[in-house]
């Protein structure tokens, strides 16, 4: 999903088991350099992401934050890009078949 040519990244609210998991969640989601804003509408979450180009340090944070707080992966494909290839699309990854599929 792109708005004026922002990807967005959309996932569910929740499920917290403290107010200190949910607090972790969201300080994690400010220390993510390309997550330009992040908008709750109902249950859902909406990331704004600065550009598709993103840099190796971002993608794996995106990576684990969606597998520790169980969000959907697959939307994480679209970052496949050449240079990232070698390691993103490593068949031996733990986030592989989360995110492409078995």
């Not at 959309?10 to 607090?23: A, Q």
């Not at 169980?70 to 240079?83: I, Y």
Request: contains cysteine; glycine residues 4%.
């Amino acid at each position: 999903m792109s708005d004026s040519n922002k990807t967005i990244l959309k996932c569910k609210s929740g499920p917290f088991y403290t107010l200190k998991d949910e607090d972790a969640f969201f300080e994690w989601i400010k220390k993510i350099e390309c997550i330009e804003d992040v908008k709750g509408v109902g249950r859902e979450l909406y990331f704004y992401i600065a550009c598709d180009d993103l840099h190796d340090r971002d993608l794996i944070d995106l990576i684990g934050l969606f597998y520790r707080y169980k969000k959907d992966m697959k939307q994480l494909a679209r970052f496949l890009t050449p240079e990232n290839k070698s390691w993103f699309y490593d068949k031996k990854a733990y986030w592989y078949k989360k995110i492409f599929g078995s």
